[in-house]
Protein backbone atom coordinates (compact mmCIF):
# COMPACT_ATOMS: atom_id res chain seq x y z
CA UNK A 1 0.00 0.00 0.00
CA UNK A 2 1.45 3.10 -1.14
CA UNK A 3 1.55 5.98 1.92
CA UNK A 4 2.83 9.04 2.41
CA UNK A 5 3.40 10.06 6.22
CA UNK A 6 4.33 13.94 7.49
CA UNK A 7 5.93 14.85 10.22
CA UNK A 8 7.62 17.95 12.03
CA UNK A 9 4.70 19.99 12.53
CA UNK A 10 4.80 22.91 15.17
CA UNK A 11 4.12 26.08 16.69
CA UNK A 12 7.37 28.09 15.99
CA UNK A 13 7.87 31.64 16.52
CA UNK A 14 8.24 34.54 13.50
CA UNK A 15 11.79 33.79 11.99
CA UNK A 16 12.09 30.41 13.41
CA UNK A 17 13.02 27.32 11.45
CA UNK A 18 11.18 24.05 11.07
CA UNK A 19 11.68 20.62 9.27
CA UNK A 20 8.80 18.73 8.07
CA UNK A 21 9.45 15.04 6.62
CA UNK A 22 7.64 13.19 4.79
CA UNK A 23 8.10 9.17 4.89
CA UNK A 24 7.52 7.15 1.42
CA UNK A 25 6.21 4.35 1.84
CA UNK A 26 5.13 1.22 -0.75
CA UNK A 27 6.84 2.02 -3.69
CA UNK A 28 10.12 3.06 -4.80
CA UNK A 29 10.90 7.09 -4.34
CA UNK A 30 12.47 7.07 -7.59
CA UNK A 31 9.60 6.24 -9.66
CA UNK A 32 7.82 9.47 -7.93
CA UNK A 33 8.35 13.04 -8.07
CA UNK A 34 7.44 14.66 -4.68
CA UNK A 35 5.61 17.76 -3.86
CA UNK A 36 4.46 19.92 -0.95
CA UNK A 37 1.24 21.62 -0.86
CA UNK A 38 -0.14 24.09 2.12
CA UNK A 39 -3.55 24.75 2.67
CA UNK A 40 -5.68 27.08 4.91
CA UNK A 41 -9.10 26.89 5.99
CA UNK A 42 -11.01 28.70 3.57
CA UNK A 43 -8.74 28.75 0.79
CA UNK A 44 -7.50 26.56 -1.92
CA UNK A 45 -4.26 24.08 -1.90
CA UNK A 46 -1.38 25.69 -3.12
CA UNK A 47 2.25 24.29 -4.03
CA UNK A 48 5.32 25.20 -1.89
CA UNK A 49 8.11 23.06 -3.14
CA UNK A 50 8.52 19.64 -5.25
CA UNK A 51 12.01 17.41 -6.21
CA UNK A 52 11.58 15.38 -9.29
CA UNK A 53 11.85 11.31 -9.32
CA UNK A 54 15.39 11.55 -9.89
CA UNK A 55 16.60 14.03 -6.77
CA UNK A 56 18.29 16.59 -9.06
CA UNK A 57 15.34 18.92 -10.10
CA UNK A 58 13.60 21.08 -7.43
CA UNK A 59 10.93 23.69 -7.98
CA UNK A 60 9.52 26.60 -5.78
CA UNK A 61 6.57 29.00 -4.91
CA UNK A 62 8.07 32.30 -5.36
CA UNK A 63 6.62 33.22 -2.04
CA UNK A 64 9.08 30.58 0.07
CA UNK A 65 12.29 30.90 -2.46
CA UNK A 66 14.93 32.01 -0.14
CA UNK A 67 13.74 30.24 2.68
CA UNK A 68 12.38 26.71 2.07
CA UNK A 69 14.77 24.01 1.25
CA UNK A 70 13.50 20.44 -0.21
CA UNK A 71 16.14 17.42 -0.42
CA UNK A 72 15.50 13.36 0.12
CA UNK A 73 17.08 10.81 1.18
CA UNK A 74 16.61 8.17 -0.87
CA UNK A 75 17.91 5.68 1.69
CA UNK A 76 15.41 6.56 4.32
CA UNK A 77 12.66 6.89 1.39
CA UNK A 78 12.26 10.08 3.13
CA UNK A 79 11.67 13.86 2.01
CA UNK A 80 12.24 17.12 4.01
CA UNK A 81 11.27 20.64 3.87
CA UNK A 82 13.30 22.84 5.27
CA UNK A 83 11.89 25.59 6.40
CA UNK A 84 13.68 29.30 7.62
CA UNK A 85 12.73 32.41 8.17
CA UNK A 86 9.12 31.58 8.99
CA UNK A 87 6.49 34.17 9.12
CA UNK A 88 2.69 34.03 10.33
CA UNK A 89 1.69 34.07 6.91
CA UNK A 90 3.23 30.17 6.51
CA UNK A 91 0.74 28.97 9.00
CA UNK A 92 -1.35 26.21 7.51
CA UNK A 93 -1.39 22.25 7.36
CA UNK A 94 1.53 20.97 4.82
CA UNK A 95 0.43 17.70 2.79
CA UNK A 96 3.32 15.65 0.77
CA UNK A 97 2.18 14.25 -2.09
CA UNK A 98 3.42 12.08 -5.08
CA UNK A 99 3.16 12.34 -8.63
CA UNK A 100 4.13 9.30 -10.75
CA UNK A 101 6.90 10.62 -12.47
CA UNK A 102 10.03 9.07 -14.27
CA UNK A 103 10.88 12.22 -16.17
CA UNK A 104 13.46 13.92 -13.85
CA UNK A 105 11.19 16.94 -13.89
CA UNK A 106 8.45 18.34 -11.05
CA UNK A 107 5.54 20.57 -11.63
CA UNK A 108 3.53 22.39 -8.74
CA UNK A 109 0.10 21.72 -10.67
CA UNK A 110 -2.15 20.18 -8.03
CA UNK A 111 -3.68 17.43 -10.57
CA UNK A 112 -0.92 16.07 -10.81
CA UNK A 113 -0.45 14.86 -7.82
CA UNK A 114 -2.70 11.23 -7.04
CA UNK A 115 -1.47 10.04 -3.68
CA UNK A 116 -1.64 12.47 -0.22
CA UNK A 117 -0.35 12.08 3.03
CA UNK A 118 -2.84 13.13 6.44
CA UNK A 119 -1.08 16.47 6.53
CA UNK A 120 0.70 18.09 9.57
CA UNK A 121 -0.14 21.60 11.04
CA UNK A 122 2.53 24.52 11.20
CA UNK A 123 1.46 27.52 13.00
CA UNK A 124 3.75 30.64 13.38
CA UNK A 125 3.00 32.72 16.13
CA UNK A 126 4.60 35.02 18.74
Known amino acids: QFQLVESGGSLVQPGGSLRLSCVVS????????IGWFRQVPGKGREGISC????????TYADLVKGRFTISRDTAKSTVYLQMDSLKPEDTAVYYC???????????????????WGQGTQVTVSS
Open 97 to 115: AADFALSGACELRLGKYRY
Open 26 to 33: GKPLANYA
Open 51 to 58: ISNTGTKT
